[in-house]
């Protein structure tokens, strides 16, 4: 099969043939049509530690249709269309019994890097990780509803615990994984506030359904926050930067009882910088604010993701496609900070 392979830590990926992926007798095998790309892979590339051996396939959000189960599979036939969850979990630690499966305690890594994933014509993976697409959702939207749209989803509902009426500041509103928090916390029935850099992913924010825009280059965030609340602050803040600047300002920006949800980080390794923030213990006590940690989602909450595309509640924000041959271009494109929404691969 045609596959982009990565044989190093900051290698460049290469096309090759390579052999099918075998399928055991838990696991499940698809024929990929569509892979969402995003920062996670970028970071994944040049971060070490996070892809266990090479040569190895990338790629973990990931849609296609079923084309062999394992002896032991059931509850899938083969041609359903599916995307994945993107750990490899173990499903019987006390973590995963309790819906928490991404603190798994046997927590084997993730899909793309602990092993093969979606950069393929095929990719085979426990049978566990796999989601059935509901009709009506294209294969795209379901590749970047796995990871772009479901992290958000889980950020707003079960972190940020947002509210009809509730005011939500959204840092990094523009990028792939912000467009769609815009979205979903639209969907909650938040009112949603946009920090961006630059206006095409101001735009994007505004596009994705904003209701308020502040241009994040300004350096004055938290107090335009307190002039667009009389005052009081957000109920919710949902970082997706990561940033010693954001995280800060987030803090500023919360009303009392507010909660700080962070979703992105910046690894030293890509970014060259600390993800370190300072926090006032007095302010935090005397406000009563919350600052959480959001990790990705459940399968269930990537299920829940599917149905309110299906309903069109939430859409895709997916600026473009690409061939699976141009993954490395792609890759560039989001080096340089130049792409609005998310963007994906097709396997034709
Ligand atoms: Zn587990």
Redesign the pocket.
């Known amino acids: 099969m045609r596959a982009m392979v990565l044989h190093g830590l900051g290698r460049p990926l290469v096309l090759e043939d390579v052999a099918d992926p075998r399928v055991g007798p838990n696991e499940v095998k698809i024929r990929v049509r569509a892979i969402g790309v995003g920062l996670t892979v970028v970071h994944m590339l040049a971060n070490p530690g996070q892809v266990t051996a090479y040569p190895r396939i990338p790629g973990h959000e990931v849609a296609g249709e079923i084309v062999e189960l394992g002896s032991e599979v059931r509850g899938f036939t083969v041609g359903q269309r599916v995307t994945n969850h993107f750990y490899l ?5 006390r ?2 019994r309790a819906g928490r ?1 991404t603190l ?3 927590f084997r890594g993730y899909v793309g890097m602990a092993c093969d994933g979606g950069y393929a014509e095929y990719m085979t993976l426990p049978a566990r990780n796999f989601v059935p697409i509901p009709d009506g959702v294209s294969d795209v939207d379901a590749a970047v509803a796995a990871d772009a749209i479901a992290t958000p989803f889980h950020a707003c509902t079960k972190e940020a615990q947002v509210q009809p009426g509730d005011n939500v500041l959204v840092f990094g509103a523009g990028g792939g994984v912000g467009v769609h928090v815009v979205q979903v916390a639209k969907a909650a029935g938040a009112r949603v506030i946009a920090v961006e850099i630059g206006e095409s992913k101001l735009s994007g924010a505004q596009a994705a359904g904003a209701d308020e825009l502040i241009d994040g280059a300004r350096g004055d965030v938290a107090k335009q926050v307190l002039a667009l609340t009389d005052g009081r602050g957000v109920e919710a803040v949902i970082d997706v930067v990561g940033a010693k600047e954001t995280l800060e300002a987030s803090v500023l920006a919360l009303a009392a009882g507010g909660r700080l949800v962070i979703v992105g980080v910046r690894p030293a390794a890509v970014f060259g910088d600390s993800s370190k923030f300072t926090l006032d213990a007095t302010m935090i006590v005397r406000k009563g604010i919350e600052v959480r940690g959001s990790r990705y989602v459940t399968a269930t909450e990537i299920a829940q993701t599917l149905e309110l595309l299906r309903q069109k509640r939430v859409r895709a924000i997916v600026e473009q496609t690409f061939a699976l041959e141009q993954a490395e271009h792609v890759h560039q494109l989001i080096r340089e900070n130049r792409v609005v929404g998310r963007v994906a691969l097709r396997v034709d």
Do not use: N
């Open positions: 979990t173990c499903g019987q630690c973590f995963c499966e798994c305690t046997a």
